[in-house]
């Protein structure tokens, strides 16, 4: 079973992501987190294959997390989601992710690129 960590600061968008990657992957195991804190909580709970992280989160960034997830949690495929594209933010998130995706995104797409990321860590 695939497991899967979404962080968002928006419990719509969580909401969303956990729903539509159900229906598409009913195999796949879907938990979240609405900041960095909260999700390097969950990492400590649970091993996880996924972790798809919003950019723009109070606290910590995504792309603070993911380079905590790297460091910590180096099998684990890293994903940006996120609205912002430019910036320092945006370049040290290159740096940490395996890929990056714009908001709003299909979850097709998403779920293509998860399967991808995986396969290339197979």
């Not at 940006?80 to 979850?107: F, H, N, W, Y």
Request: charged fraction near 25%; hydrophobic fraction near 45%.
């Amino acid at each position: 079973m695939t497991t899967i960590l979404l962080v968002d600061d928006d419990p719509f968008v969580l909401k969303a992501l956990v729903h539509g990657l159900r229906r598409s992957r009913p195999g796949w195991s879907c938990s979240v987190a609405a900041n960095g804190a909260a999700a390097l909580e969950e990492l400590t709970k649970a091993d996880f294959d996924v972790v798809v992280s919003d950019m723009r989160m109070p606290r910590m960034d995504g792309a603070g997390l993911l380079t905590r997830v790297r460091d910590a949690y180096p099998r684990a495929v890293r994903i940006v989601l996120s609205g912002q594209a430019e910036g320092a933010q945006m370049d040290c998130a290159r740096s940490v992710a395996d890929a990056i995706l714009s908001k709003p995104t299909p979850v097709s797409v998403l779920v293509t690129c998860i399967d991808g990321a995986l396969a290339r860590r197979a």
